[in-house]
């Protein structure tokens, strides 16, 4: 069975700080993965990672990619309240379909 | 990126009933999905809605409780049938072209009571 694995389940953090949200796989069929911001009810996108070690940017936010260890970070540098959400990971697996994480609840406080 | 709405934005119902969520996509895409989010949860993949074809259900869920359409390649309709109180989640619309990312919806959260 696919599996995503997220952790921290939840964070808590002060505005300034740099966070670094982890995001492990176990799947059948690799094809990329994709990070998420939820705040309300809609997930936006962020990144779509297909090769390893290449890093995508935007902004203060940024994600890598490892293939041979099968997981990808997401980094949040200088921390905002406006970053006070739910991020997922999700692997497509091929199906095009997307296999979701928990997620992970980051709280920045002022 | 694809601009995706849906209706209606919530909704209560009562047990028993059912309703029909729409989403309509932008622009045409290959590939449109229907997620469920039950509370505290993450989401979890319904089915893949297939242009003129039946849609592709995942394991826990049948064609007869969550019956799906998609007439074209910009619109689909999810129906919740029979409803219960365990029904209760937001569902999410996505579409993609195929190798690209997808996309999601504002969703629609119901409330059966």
């Known amino acids: 069975e696919d599996k995503v694995v997220q952790s921290p389940l939840s964070l808590v953090v002060h505005e300034g700080d740099t966070v670094t949200l982890n995001c492990s796989y176990e799947?059948?069929?690799?094809?990329?993965l994709l990070w998420y911001k939820q705040e309300k009810k809609a997930p936006t996108f962020l990144f779509m990672l297909t090769s390893s070690g290449i890093e995508k940017k935007s902004g203060r936010l940024s994600s890598i990619l490892d293939k041979k260890e099968l997981f990808s970070i997401l980094n949040i540098t200088a921390t905002q309240t406006g970053d006070s959400a739910v991020y997922l990971c999700?692997?497509?697996?091929?199906?095009?379909?997307?296999?979701f994480g928990s997620g992970t609840r980051l709280q920045v406080q002022p | 990126s694809a601009v995706i709405s849906q209706k209606p934005s919530r909704d209560i119902c009562q047990r028993g009933t059912s309703l029909t969520i729409q989403c309509q996509v932008d622009s045409q895409v290959t590939m449109m999905f229907w997620y469920r989010q039950q509370p505290g949860q993450s989401l979890t993949l319904i089915a893949t809605?297939?242009?003129?074809?039946?849609?592709?259900?995942e394991s826990g869920f049948v064609i007869d409780k969550f019956p799906i359409s998609r007439p074209n390649l910009t619109f689909s309709t999810l129906t919740v049938s029979n409803m219960s109180p365990e029904d209760s989640s937001i569902y999410l619309c996505?579409?993609?072209?195929?190798?690209?990312?997808?996309?999601f919806g504002p969703g629609t959260r119901l409330t059966v009571t």
């Open positions: 799947v059948t069929n690799f094809r990329s």
């Open positions: 996505s579409a993609a072209q195929d190798g690209s990312e997808q996309y």
């Open positions: 809605a297939n242009q003129g074809s039946e849609a592709t259900y």
């Open positions: 999700a692997v497509d697996t091929g199906r095009r379909a997307l296999t």
